[in-house]
C-alpha cells in the first residue's frame, strides 16, 4: 500500500477482554515496529520484527502482550485481559532497511480505550 | 538499558522566535533520527545524522550531531505556526532498536 495501515483506528473495550491490533506496513518493508504512546507522552518502544522474526521484543510490558508477523507482512499485536493501564495509542511502524538506521514510516495508530 | 533523554520538555514561543531542543544520551549513539509529530498525527521523519559533528540543514531548521556522538539538537530560526507539533529525537546505539527521546511539544503564538 501507500502507507502503513492500521485497524482498528479506535477501540473500546471493557476491562478483562482480549484485543488485536492489526498493521499492514508498506510493501517491501522488511522491519516492522510497533511503539506506545500514552497521552502526552513520548513512544514507548515494544517490539521489533525482521521479517517473520522478532530479534527484540525487550519491550512487550507483560505476558499479557504479544505479536506475530506473517509473511513477512501483515503484523498483529494482541493484548489479553485488558487493564486499564493499557489504554494508549499503539503505533506500528515499517522501515525498508533492517537494523537501526532506516527511515521510519509510522501509521495512524490504534487508539485503545479499557474502560 | 540505552536512555535518550530530551530537554526541554514543553516550550511556548512567539512567532518569529527562535526555538531549540536538545537529546541527550547516556551512551554513544551510532546515529541520531528527529521526527515530528503534529497535534492529533503520527510522527513524521525529519532527518538521520550519523557522522560525528555532523550538521545538516532544511530551510529554517538545523540539526547537529555531537562530536562524541551523545547529544544532538533541532534548532528553528524565526518560528512559525506551521511548526507546531512535537519534536522527538530517536537514537540507536550498535545493533540496538531506536529509542525515543519523550518529545519537546513547540507551540507558537501568531
Known amino acids: 500500500g501507500a502507507g502503513v495501515s492500521q485497524s482498528p483506528s479506535n477501540k473500546v473495550t471493557e476491562k478483562g477482554k482480549d484485543v488485536e491490533l492489526r498493521c499492514d506496513p508498506i510493501s517491501g518493508h522488511t522491519a516492522l515496529y510497533w511503539y506506545r504512546q500514552s497521552l502526552g507522552q513520548g513512544l514507548e518502544f515494544l517490539i521489533y520484527?525482521?521479517?517473520?522474526?522478532?530479534?527484540?521484543k525487550s519491550g512487550l510490558p507483560s505476558d499479557r502482550f504479544s505479536a506475530e508477523r506473517t509473511g513477512g507482512s501483515v503484523s498483529t499485536l494482541t493484548i489479553q485481559r485488558t487493564q486499564q493501564e493499557d489504554s494508549a495509542v499503539y503505533l506500528c511502524?515499517?522501515?525498508?532497511?533492517?537494523?537501526?538506521?532506516?527511515?521510519?514510516?509510522f501509521g495512524e495508530g490504534s487508539r485503545l480505550t479499557v474502560l | 538499558g540505552q536512555q535518550v533523554m530530551q530537554i526541554p520538555q514543553y516550550q511556548h514561543v512567539q512567532e518569529g522566535e527562535d526555538f531549540t531542543t536538545y537529546c541527550n544520551s547516556s551512551t554513544t549513539l551510532s546515529n541520531i533520527q528527529w521526527y515530528k509529530q503534529r497535534p492529533g498525527g503520527h510522527p513524521v521523519f525529519l532527518i538521520q545524522l550519523v557522522k560525528s559533528g555532523e550538521v545538516k540543514k532544511q530551510k529554517r531548521l538545523t540539526f547537529q550531531f555531537g562530536e562524541a556522538k551523545k547529544n544532538s539538537s533541532l534548532h528553528i530560526t524565526a518560528t512559525q505556526t506551521t511548526d507546531v507539533g512535537t519534536y522527538f529525537c530517536a537514537g540507536a546505539g550498535g545493533y540496538s532498536t531506536l529509542t525515543f527521546g519523550k518529545g519537546t511539544m513547540l507551540l507558537v503564538s501568531p
Open positions: 511502524a515499517s522501515s525498508q532497511r533492517w537494523g537501526n538506521t532506516g527511515e521510519l514510516f
Open positions: 520484527f525482521q521479517g517473520n522474526s522478532a530479534p527484540d
